[in-house]
């Protein structure tokens, strides 16, 4: 029988940011630790090669990854912007987590796997074509969903991001593309202040969900049934990726938005029962953002449980 696998590497370790920075690898830590605490009997644990350049070239500029290329660090951590450092290891990490996605969706279509979690970073979703930023160098997802139409030659992917920060990068990567359908849940007036609900994409294939600060349970699962699980009905997917961010969590200090760890499973639960129905299963979540360490690993390995039911 089909399985869920998990793919990860230690050299998500050695990506390394100033002391006191948020996206820091205990986030990591406390996932692997969870994960070893709890019961989750069968869950397949895979590696992965760096992405090539070729697979890098569907999501980036090669203007844009060459000069990723150069700015080689030393032993000093480099700043990029106000949010994104870059370490020695931190671009091979990248290039790692790229690869974790491509495995993880090479394994699905080939059957070997039902569904995947890649629990890597540095994160993806804020990393646009030609820019790195918000923590972000590339982009795991878009280059997923591009891979999956150019090289899989699957149309029809659909991607679903609870990250409580607007995926700009995945938007930026996807907005031309009618075979990509990007949906975007996150809180309003918050970084990167994108997301607005008139972005929809040259192809109308982009649709932002923006909620205010003091969003709730209810009117998440309220967005879920209403107006994210229609949409994606209507687009009939026949692969679905998720960027997983638990930074909407309402213990978390990166936003104010009141989700709880079983709002996040209550989508994953939908998620999993819609990709039944139109994708043969197939899903492949990505970690994102989640900055409160203990609810970060609670909520991830909750929703890899649910990925695995
Ligand atoms: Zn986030």
């Not at 019961?39 to 070239?57: F, M, T």
């Not at 980036?60 to 990723?68: C, I, R």
């Not at 907005?175 to 809180?187: K, R, T, Y």
Request: hydrophobic share 40%; net charge positive; with cysteine.
């Amino acid at each position: 029988m089909r399985k869920t696998a998990l793919y990860y590497n230690d050299i998500f370790l050695e990506h390394l940011v100033p002391i006191g920075h948020p996206e820091n690898k205990n986030r990591i830590r406390f996932i692997l630790d969870k994960i070893k605490k709890s019961d989750l009997k069968g869950l397949k644990i895979n590696s992965a090669k760096p992405a090539n350049y070729n697979i890098l070239r569907l999501g980036h500029s090669d203007k844009y990854l060459n000069w990723l290329d150069r700015l080689k660090p030393g032993e000093e951590i480099i700043k990029i912007d106000q949010d994104t450092f870059m370490s020695k290891k931190s671009l091979q990490a990248a290039k790692i987590g790229v690869g974790c996605v491509i495995g993880a969706i090479d394994s699905i279509v080939e059957m070997q796997n039902k569904n995947a979690f890649c629990l890597i970073r540095p994160p993806g979703h804020h990393a646009e074509r030609e820019k790195a930023m918000g923590f972000c160098f590339l982009n795991n997802i878009a280059i997923g969903a591009k891979y999956l139409k150019e090289i899989k030659q699957i149309d029809k992917i659909a991607i679903v991001d609870f990250d409580v920060h607007h995926g700009n990068g995945t938007q930026n990567i996807l907005w031309n593309d009618p075979d990509c359908l990007f949906i975007s849940i996150h809180q309003s007036n918050l970084f990167p202040f994108t997301g607005l609900e008139n972005e929809t994409g040259n192809k109308n294939n982009i649709l932002n969900i923006p909620v205010n600060a003091n969003s709730n349970s209810f009117e998440f699962r309220y967005i879920v049934d209403k107006v994210v699980i229609p949409r994606l009905k209507e687009f009939q997917p026949k692969f679905l990726l998720i960027s997983a961010g638990f930074d909407g969590e309402k213990n978390d200090q990166m936003s104010q938005t009141q989700w709880v760890e079983s709002d996040f499973i209550y989508l994953t639960k939908k998620l999993k029962n819609l990709a039944k129905k139109y994708c043969d299963n197939r899903i492949v979540s990505c970690l994102e953002g989640g900055y409160h360490l203990e609810k970060l690993a609670s909520c991830c390995v909750s929703h890899i449980k649910s990925l695995m039911e």
